[in-house]
């Protein structure tokens, strides 16, 4: 079956030149400026219309295929990550503790259709650049099908992760990440490392932006700038594919187009954000690193927030 149109984030970055471009033209802001600044962000109303198509529901299947060159410890910071959306209830983690990436993860759950429960499935590594280190998006899709492996009882989606030196198409330029569909019962997405190639656009916070103010940029919680900027893209298209998976689902403007579940909060990590301001984060007392959810194995994410149906907000975690 033909793959739907993937959803990118080509509209975003379109717009934070402009966004950000506002933030400039205002002086030295005070803090209290900045406080009416962040409530003017909060009080704009924001619904994703629900289009009555299919959600990933239920138990949903991850297969993973690393594409390029990543080290042990960077494809157990994204692993950790994924497997913390669903924690076993046997684990360290403490349910109690908050914020934790299972807690932004549940935030889904109040979309149509009930809870998704996410494990992590076949593991594939191409190191060798099979298909070479320039990747078109037929060739995106051929990996997809290459990362599938063996059919889940529930749905699946098939994800591809390119290493910071392999270039894709529309990388950089117009999106840092994509998800899309390629059966009724599957998904497919692609999260790239920016490191070396774009980390002002697909790595801030943990870089300088391209455009707008250039505040120090944030320590990033795994110390990976590339790595924790993926895994922030792969959270954001995670939560666009289980939400609108088959581009009629939750969104809002146009199909080809669409803001999604956290697409329509971009930018946004903590409350009184405003563009150009992650928001207050929590802080690393020993590293500095700022993070704002807490995985399996102890580790520390910065998610960015999500769209709440049951409040028509942008919901950060602290």
Same mark, same amino acid.
């Given at each position: 079956m033909a793959a739907s149109s993937p959803t990118s984030f080509s509209h975003l970055l379109l717009l934070l030149p402009t966004l950000l471009l506002l933030l400039v033209s205002v002086p030295s802001p005070s803090s209290a400026t900045s406080r009416k600044l962040a409530a003017l962000v909060q009080q704009q109303p924001l619904v994703l219309q629900y289009h009555k198509g299919p959600l990933l529901k239920g138990k949903l299947t991850v297969n993973i295929l690393w594409y390029g060159s990543f080290s042990s410890t960077q494809r157990?910071?994204?692993?950790?990550?994924?497997?913390?959306?669903? =924690?076993?209830?046997?684990?360290?983690?403490?349910?109690? #503790?908050? &914020?934790?990436?299972?807690?932004?993860?549940?935030?889904?759950?109040?979309?149509?259709?009930? =809870?998704?429960?996410?494990? $992590?499935?076949?593991?594939?590594?191409?190191?060798?650049?099979?298909?070479?280190k320039l990747i078109k998006n037929p060739q995106l899709r051929a990996l997809a099908v290459k990362a599938a492996g063996q059919k889940s009882n529930g749905y699946?989606?098939?994800?591809? *992760?390119?290493?910071?030196?392999?270039?894709?198409?529309?990388?950089?330029?117009s999106r840092c990440g994509t998800h899309g569909s390629s059966s009724p019962r599957s998904a497919y997405a692609w999260?790239?490392?920016?490191?070396?190639?774009?980390?002002?656009?697909?790595?801030?916070?943990?870089?300088?932006?391209?455009?707008?103010?250039?505040? =120090?940029?944030?320590?990033?919680?795994?110390? +990976?700038?590339?790595? +924790?900027?993926?895994?922030?893209? *792969?959270?954001? $298209?995670?939560?666009?594919?289980?939400?609108? =998976? @088959?581009?009629?689902?939750?969104?809002?403007? &146009?199909?080809?187009?669409?803001?999604?579940a956290v697409t329509a909060c971009t930018g946004? @990590?903590? #409350?009184?954000?405003?563009?150009?301001?992650?928001?207050? $984060?929590?802080? +690393?007392k020993t590293t500095g690193a700022s993070y704002?959810?807490?995985?399996?194995?102890?580790? #520390?994410?910065?998610? &960015?927030?999500?769209?709440?149906?049951t409040s028509s907000t942008c919901t950060p975690l602290v």
């Open positions: 157990a910071i994204i692993i950790d990550f994924l497997r913390s959306l669903s =924690p076993p209830a046997a684990s360290t983690l403490n349910p109690a #503790k908050s &914020p934790s990436v299972a807690s932004w993860w549940r935030t889904t759950e109040r979309y149509e259709g009930g =809870p998704c429960t996410v494990s $992590v499935g076949n593991q594939t590594l191409d190191d060798r650049y099979s298909l070479g699946s989606i098939s994800l591809v *992760l390119t290493s910071a030196d392999v270039a894709v198409e529309g990388f950089c330029m999260v790239g490392n920016s490191a070396s190639q774009c980390p002002g656009q697909c790595a801030w916070p943990f870089h300088q932006p391209i455009y707008g103010p250039q505040a =120090p940029p944030l320590v990033p919680p795994n110390g +990976d700038v590339g790595v +924790d900027g993926m895994v922030i893209n *792969l959270a954001t $298209v995670l939560a666009g594919a289980v939400t609108n =998976p @088959f581009s009629n689902g939750y969104f809002q403007g &146009p199909a080809t187009a669409p803001l999604e946004i @990590f903590g #409350k009184g954000a405003y563009p150009g301001y992650t928001g207050a $984060v929590l802080v +690393d704002n959810a807490v995985g399996l194995n102890g580790r #520390k994410y910065l998610l &960015p927030a999500m769209w709440d149906p």
